[in-house]
């Protein structure tokens, strides 16, 4: 199993991100994935999760702003970060888990600020 995330940047309080995770070696369509996100100093916490289906749910935090998505032909989750906030500064993680097994990508840092 391989996650793989990209898109993370800096960018300015308001502005809108696109995060990418590409996976390998299982069968996608079949399991949920998620975004987790770490901000220093801490816990990882549960941003976003699709289903296999396409259920979606989110944290309070990022209801109406943020939207998760999968393109199962690509093998690829999505995660679309609208009007971003400096509390949103975090490094984010695509996970997945599989026979009980959570497996983790090598993150991606997104910076909000002025």
């Known amino acids: 199993v391989q996650l793989v995330e990209s898109g993370g940047d800096l960018v300015q309080p308001g502005g809108s991100l696109r995060l990418s995770c590409a996976a390998s070696?299982?069968?996608?369509?079949?399991?949920?994935m998620s975004w987790y996100r770490q901000a220093p100093g801490k816990e990882r916490e549960l941003v976003a999760r699709?289903?296999?289906?396409?259920?979606?749910n989110y944290a309070d935090s990022v209801k109406g702003r943020f939207t998760i998505s999968r393109d199962n032909a690509k093998d690829t989750v999505y995660l679309q970060m609208n009007s971003l906030k400096p509390e949103d500064t975090a490094v984010y993680y695509c996970?997945?888990?599989?026979w009980g097994v959570g497996y983790w990508g090598q993150g991606t840092q997104v910076t909000v600020s002025s």
């Open positions: 070696g299982f069968s996608f369509s079949r399991y949920a």
């Open positions: 996970n997945t888990l599989i």
């Open positions: 699709i289903s296999g289906g396409g259920s979606t």
